[in-house]
C-alpha cells in the first residue's frame, strides 16, 4: 500500500497538518459574516490563512443555505461573480443589473459633471463676493 506524501511534510511546521473536522466546517458556515481572524478565535490550531484559504475552497455559506436573492427572492445568490455576491443578486438578475448599468452609465456621467460643475460655479461665484 502506498503512503500518500503532504507537503508540510519535509518542513518543520510549528503546526502539523491536519484534516478538517465536519465541526469546523460548521462553524465557517454558521458565521459567514466573521473575518478569518474572529473566527480563528473560536478555532483553535487553525491560522488567520488557514481559515480563509478553507473558506475559499469550502464556501462562506453551507451548500443548502445560500441566501435568496434580494430583487427576485426565488433563486440564490450567485456567490460565483463577486459583484453578484456584493449585490446579494441571482445570476438572472445580476446581469439584468449589470445590462442596466451598461446602458445608464452615460446618464450617470452627465448627471455626475452637472453637479460637480454646479458646485464649482456656486464656489466661485462665492469668491468674487
Known sequence: MMQMHHPNQDT?????WRAWSHAEEEAIWSHPDWTSAELASIL???TVAAIRNHRARIGRW???AVPLCQKCGEHPVWT?????TRWGLCQACTLEEREWRVRHAGDFEKRDNALR???FKGRRRMKGR
Open 117 to 119: 460643475q454646479a458646485a
Open 12 to 16: 518543520e511546521s510549528p503546526q502539523p
Open 80 to 84: 460565483a461573480t463577486a459583484d453578484g
Open 62 to 64: 453551507r451548500p443548502d
Open 44 to 46: 483553535p490550531g487553525r
